[in-house]
């Protein structure tokens, strides 16, 4: 077994009737017994998510889906520590949704980038309400040839699971792809689903909720690759 426990933060308000916060143990149990991938996890809620040093010594950030979360500034707060401290980083579902938030916000200067959800009465919404509700659907998407997210899943279309009903608003694609992030994944109709940022060790969001795949014994390529990431950054010599 692999000598390195990464240490993990699960950002999110945990509770029983979020089922990808019921998926979590199983999932650690099994990139433990079937990956020789230990993580020692924590799970922090949003409202403590934001004070000073919260996030200080993880090996990676998972900002799990329920929103709305008890706390958004909080949620931006961890996606902010994650990508500016070089901190491996995974957003599905509400972290997709804060991730591209915090970026318009801190990178892009939208001051005024809002969420729908949390805030119906934003002056410039960048998370809005879906055409369609993906609560409880499946979906294919395509995914860029040569991105992170493709050498994850191993491959160039996947078909996953959603519980949303918010998503980027496709309006301020070109300002966050022109500060740097990249969309590299889509559905057939062409909606990003996956973004990522190059340059960083490890930092992947997506729409769709990997944690929910299959019968939960056996976790998902881009859950494994996060586990692999946290493990990579314990063992790396502290400063490098």
């Known amino acids: 077994m692999n000598s390195f426990t990464a240490r993990l933060a699960l950002v999110g308000d945990r509770s029983p009737a979020v089922r990808s916060h019921a998926r979590i143990p199983g999932l650690l ?3 433990a017994e079937r990956e020789q991938l230990v993580l020692d996890a924590y799970w922090i809620p949003t409202e403590d998510a934001g004070a000073p040093g919260t996030l200080s010594g993880f090996d990676a950030v998972w900002l799990l889906p329920g929103s ?6 909080g949620a931006i707060a961890a996606v902010r520590a ?7 980083f995974l957003g599905t579902c509400a972290g997709f949704q804060h991730a591209i938030l915090e970026y318009a916000r801190t990178v892009c200067g939208l001051a005024d980038a809002g969420h729908a959800e949390n805030d119906p009465a934003a002056p410039d919404p960048v998370i809005v309400p ?3 509700s993906l609560v409880g659907h ?3 998407v395509t995914v860029t040839p040569g991105s992170l997210a493709a050498a994850v899943l191993g491959a160039e279309r996947t078909v996953e699971r959603y519980h949303c009903s918010y998503g980027l608003d496709p309006a301020h694609l070109g300002v966050l792809a022109a500060h740097g992030l990249r969309f590299t994944g889509a559905d057939d109709t062409g909606d990003v689903r996956i973004a990522e940022l ?9 729409l769709f909720q990997p944690e929910l ?4 014994t056996r976790a998902h390529p881009i859950v494994r690759a996060l586990a692999a990431a946290a493990v990579q950054h314990a063992a790396a010599p502290v400063g490098a």
């Open 130 to 132: 879906l055409a369609c």
């Open 82 to 88: 994650a990508r500016e401290g070089r901190i491996p």
């Open 213 to 216: 795949a299959g019968d939960g």
């Open 138 to 140: 499946e979906g294919a």
């Open 68 to 73: 709305p979360y008890r706390s958004e500034a």
């Open 198 to 206: 190059p340059g960083h060790p490890f930092f992947l969001a997506t």
């Open 29 to 31: 149990d099994a990139l």
